[in-house]
């Protein structure tokens, strides 16, 4: 007689596909969130990124990753790993993987967020500092910090004390947090648009990232509600509500990049620093022969009257 549960079951033959995507899905979160990581650091500013969109994202990949792990069905498949092989364990656990996976990554735009954000003085008034924004300042950067923190905080606390003293009422805190974390992720890029708008051009932002997360979102979610099924709605609804806004944002955001006013005024410059023959500029290369040309320009040193 087969000792496995029904659910059990179904989970110690997961397939081929579905792992394989699942995996493939987890390194393409990593892989979209590089290019964005990697542009901060490089340019050593969070310059262009609204702190309410870093802390309303925060706030729903937490909500997010708290819902999935708190959802009835993961702790059914948990339970499962005790008599199942650890390979069909680790497949079933790949959503919560997932989950996890752009929770951390986000987590990482947070930190980066904070430790770039502009805290030099401006050069034209020594006195006041550059913000990412209007009216921002580090101590802002700092607050939405704390703000994080403690969200995730509250968030674990309610969770234990949910399944130690009302383990019934799981389904329902799974779901207001999946409800909380969609409701946070459709007004996350509202300020990030409204910032992006007012700047009208990119700033930090990464361009390749929202190429790779907008249809990425959308296979990812279709994977999760393979997975989850209809009930897991709240769990894979968030990413079809965030693949539309991010959309826009991304359409935005190449506009500005390369047919806005900014974009083509970049483009011109870039091309007037060509000479038109297509040949190399006339400007000697060697640093003797830079020297010597620069000393025959006319410079605020120059006599008016030079003799003859």
Same mark, same amino acid.
């Given at each position: 007689?087969?000792?496995?549960?029904?659910?059990?079951?179904?989970?110690?033959?997961?397939?081929?596909?579905?792992?394989?995507?699942?995996?493939?899905?987890?390194?393409?979160?990593l892989?979209?969130?590089?290019?964005?990581?990697?542009?901060?650091i490089?340019?050593?500013?969070?310059?262009?990124?609204?702190?309410?969109?870093?802390?309303?994202?925060?706030?729903?990949g937490?909500?997010?990753?708290?819902?999935i792990?708190v959802?009835p069905?993961?702790?059914?498949? &948990?339970?499962?790993?005790?008599?199942?092989?650890?390979?069909?364990c680790?497949?079933g656990?790949?959503?919560? !993987?997932?989950?996890?996976m752009?929770?951390?990554c986000? !987590?990482s735009?947070?930190?980066?967020?904070v430790?770039?954000?502009?805290r030099?003085?401006?050069?034209?008034?020594?006195?006041?500092?550059?913000?990412?924004?209007?009216?921002?300042?580090?101590?802002?950067?700092?607050s939405?910090?704390?703000?994080? &923190?403690l969200?995730?905080?509250?968030?674990?606390?309610?969770?234990?004390?949910?399944?130690?003293?009302?383990?019934s009422?799981?389904?329902?805190?799974?779901? !207001?947090?999946?409800?909380?974390?969609?409701?946070?992720?459709?007004i996350?890029?509202?300020?990030?648009?409204?910032t992006?708008?007012?700047?009208?051009?990119?700033g930090?932002?990464?361009?390749?990232?929202m190429?790779?997360q907008?249809?990425?979102?959308l296979?990812?979610?279709?994977?999760?509600?393979?997975?989850?099924?209809?009930?897991?709605?709240?769990?894979?609804?968030?990413?079809?509500?965030?693949?539309?806004l991010?959309?826009?944002?991304?359409?935005?955001?190449?506009?500005?990049?390369?047919?806005?006013?900014?974009?083509?005024?970049?483009?011109?410059?870039?091309?007037?620093?060509?000479?038109?023959?297509?040949?190399?500029s006339?400007?000697p290369?060697t640093p003797a022969?830079r020297e010597?040309?620069?000393?025959?320009?006319?410079?605020?040193?120059?006599?008016?009257?030079?003799?003859?």
């Amino acid at each position: 007689m087969d000792p496995l549960t029904p659910h059990c079951r179904e989970l110690a033959s997961p397939g081929i596909f579905q792992p394989i995507l699942s995996v493939l899905i987890i390194f393409g979160i990593l892989f979209s969130y590089l290019p964005q990581h990697a542009r901060i650091i490089s340019r050593k500013s969070s310059f262009g990124i609204s702190p309410y969109f870093i802390l309303l994202g925060t706030t729903s990949g937490t909500s997010a990753f708290a819902n999935i792990l708190v959802f009835p069905k993961t702790s059914q498949d &948990i339970g499962c790993c005790q008599q199942i092989s650890g390979m069909a364990c680790f497949a079933g656990l790949l959503g919560v !993987f997932q989950v996890g996976m752009q929770w951390l990554c986000f !987590f990482s735009i947070l930190l980066l967020f904070v430790i770039y954000f502009p805290r030099a003085t401006s050069p034209t008034d020594p006195v006041s500092p550059v913000s990412s924004t209007n009216g921002h300042t580090y101590r802002t950067a700092l607050s939405i910090s704390a703000i994080c &923190i403690l969200h995730a905080l509250v968030t674990v606390i309610l969770s234990v004390a949910f399944a130690l003293q009302n383990p019934s009422a799981m389904q329902s805190w799974a779901n !207001f947090l999946g409800i909380l974390a969609a409701i946070l992720a459709s007004i996350q890029y509202f300020p990030q648009i409204y910032t992006t708008f007012r700047l009208r051009c990119v700033g930090s932002l990464s361009i390749p990232m929202m190429c790779i997360q907008t249809p990425g979102s959308l296979i990812w979610a279709s994977s999760l509600a393979a997975r989850e099924g209809l009930k897991g709605w709240s769990i894979w609804g968030v990413l079809v509500v965030t693949a539309c806004l991010q959309g826009t944002l991304l359409a935005m955001a190449i506009y500005f990049e390369y047919f806005g006013p900014n974009g083509k005024r970049k483009h011109q410059t870039d091309e007037t620093d060509t000479p038109s023959n297509g040949t190399a500029s006339e400007r000697p290369e060697t640093p003797a022969a830079r020297e010597s040309v620069d000393a025959e320009r006319p410079s605020e040193e120059t006599p008016l009257l030079q003799s003859q």
